[in-house]
């Protein structure tokens, strides 16, 4: 049976932060996602380079207006945040499990579409307080070497885009390691080099189960052999590399506050534009047929505040959720390892 989150009965998050209160504000009802009509699609645009002074000053305002916005407001940036706590620490049930499973998006094949639901209505809702129709959140593109740290605008201390708990030694202009383990800092190797194989090695494999990870089926709670190629390395290292200052990994390198550092979205953005490039990587099959996985679902708030609800089967073409990634040159496509 597919995966649906019982959102209507939360509990805490048990966190490395502590118990933690993640669940949303009320809900009435849910209604079902309908894919918007679309004019021209949104263009996502790389974070480290072509983007205009203006179009980073349209995201730190409306990232600020989030942040300013009461607490208990479904669209503000903390609630937000804890959408990620809610989907990743464990909150919910499966709807319908009475053995009280619970609903979680990593390690398994929910992780793609996920988190790609949770950015499309971000990014509505980030649009709808910014007043252009045609903005569009950006991606740091980690996978290319002008995108190999961290983008400066998310550096500067006055910025809504700043995050203090970010770990310092890796402050713009530090190049970051793909797989970094959370120790080395000095290399004796060519870093960008090795980023490039590493980014081969993970994009260049057949079988969805191998990228996108395991189809959960319902009962079942995740393994961490159950994850994707990507998701391993370096999704999660790249949130590491950001959160190993405090001694729970706040804000980055814990579920439960991940998503309160604006660059998690830039960050995983670019997840998501590389589950796009490798379903068009050659001889690759595409995305898992299984129906469980396609009829699995998530609960988000749009832009009007109503709750949605959005199946796996709905996020799977980029362009049918109304947007599309700018092409950037994939310089790691065929280096061997
Ligand atoms: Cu839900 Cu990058 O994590």
């Given at each position: 049976?597919?995966?649906?989150?019982?959102?209507?009965?939360?509990?805490?998050?048990?966190?490395?932060?502590?118990?933690?209160?993640?669940?949303?504000?009320?809900?009435?009802?849910?209604?079902?996602?309908?894919?918007?009509?679309?004019?021209?699609?949104?263009?996502?645009?790389?974070?480290?380079?072509?983007?205009?002074?203006?179009?980073?000053?349209?995201?730190?305002?409306?990232?600020?207006?989030?942040?300013?916005?009461?607490?208990?407001?479904?669209?503000?940036?903390?609630?937000?945040?804890?959408?990620?706590?809610?989907?990743?620490?464990?909150?919910?049930?499966?709807?319908?499990?009475?053995?009280?499973?619970?609903?979680?998006?990593h390690s398994n094949?929910?992780f793609f579409?996920?988190h790609?639901?949770?950015?499309?209505?971000?990014?509505?809702?980030?649009?709808?307080?910014?007043?252009?129709?045609?903005?569009?959140?950006?991606?740091?593109?980690?996978?290319?070497?002008?995108?190999?740290?961290?983008?400066?605008?998310?550096?500067?201390?006055?910025?809504?885009?700043?995050?203090?708990?970010?770990?310092?030694?890796?402050?713009?202009?530090?190049?970051?390691?793909?797989?970094?383990?959370?120790?080395?800092?000095?290399?004796?190797?060519?870093?960008?080099?090795?980023?490039?194989?590493?980014?081969?090695?993970?994009?260049?494999?057949?079988?969805?189960?191998?990228f996108l990870g395991?189809?959960?089926?319902?009962?079942?709670?995740?393994?961490?052999?159950d994850m994707g190629t990507i998701e391993q390395s370096p999704h999660n290292?790249?949130?590491?590399?950001?959160?190993?200052?405090?001694?729970?990994?706040?804000?980055?390198?814990?579920?439960?506050?991940?998503?309160?550092?604006?660059?998690?979205?830039?960050?995983?953005?670019?997840i998501?534009?590389?589950?796009?490039?490798?379903?068009?990587?050659?001889?690759?099959?595409?995305?898992?047929?299984?129906?469980?996985?396609?009829?699995?679902?998530?609960?988000?708030?749009?832009?009007?505040?109503?709750?949605?609800?959005?199946?796996?089967?709905?996020?799977?073409?980029?362009?049918?959720?109304?947007?599309?990634?700018?092409?950037?040159?994939?310089?790691?496509?065929?280096?061997?390892?």
């Open positions: 049976a597919p995966l649906t989150p019982d959102i209507f009965n939360c509990h805490m998050a048990k966190t490395p932060g502590g118990i933690k209160d993640c669940c949303p504000p009320q809900i009435g009802k849910i209604i079902h996602f309908v894919p918007p009509k679309i004019q021209q699609p949104y263009v996502r645009r790389p974070a480290a380079h072509l983007m205009n002074q203006t179009q980073i000053e349209e995201l730190e305002s409306g990232i600020k207006k989030l942040k300013q916005l009461d607490e208990g407001d479904p669209h503000s940036f903390l609630h937000q945040a804890k959408i990620h706590c809610a989907y990743c620490d464990y909150v919910y049930n499966q709807l319908g499990s009475i053995t009280e499973t619970r609903f979680g998006v094949a929910l579409p996920f790609r639901a949770y950015l499309y209505f971000f990014e509505r809702i980030l649009r709808h307080y910014i007043g252009n129709p045609n903005f569009a959140i950006p991606f740091w593109n980690w996978d290319s070497p002008p995108g190999m740290y961290m983008p400066e605008f998310y550096n500067r201390p006055s910025s809504s885009l700043y995050d203090h708990l970010r770990d310092p030694r890796h402050d713009p202009h530090k190049l970051i390691y793909l797989n970094y383990n959370g120790k080395t800092e000095d290399h004796s190797f060519d870093v960008v080099d090795c980023n490039l194989r590493w980014m081969n090695d993970r994009m260049q494999v057949q079988s969805p189960r191998s395991r189809v959960l089926k319902a009962g079942e709670t995740p393994n961490p052999t290292n790249i949130h590491d590399w950001l959160g190993t200052k405090t001694p729970h990994f706040e804000d980055m390198g814990s579920f439960y506050s991940a998503a309160l550092d604006p660059l998690f979205y830039a960050h995983h953005a670019n998501d534009r590389l589950w796009n490039i490798w379903k068009t990587l050659d001889g690759n099959p595409k995305d898992h047929i299984d129906p469980d996985w396609l009829n699995s679902s998530f609960v988000f708030y749009d832009e009007n505040k109503n709750a949605v609800n959005i199946k796996v089967s709905d996020c799977l073409d980029t362009e049918k959720l109304g947007y599309v990634y700018q092409e950037v040159p994939l310089p790691w496509l065929h280096m061997n390892k």
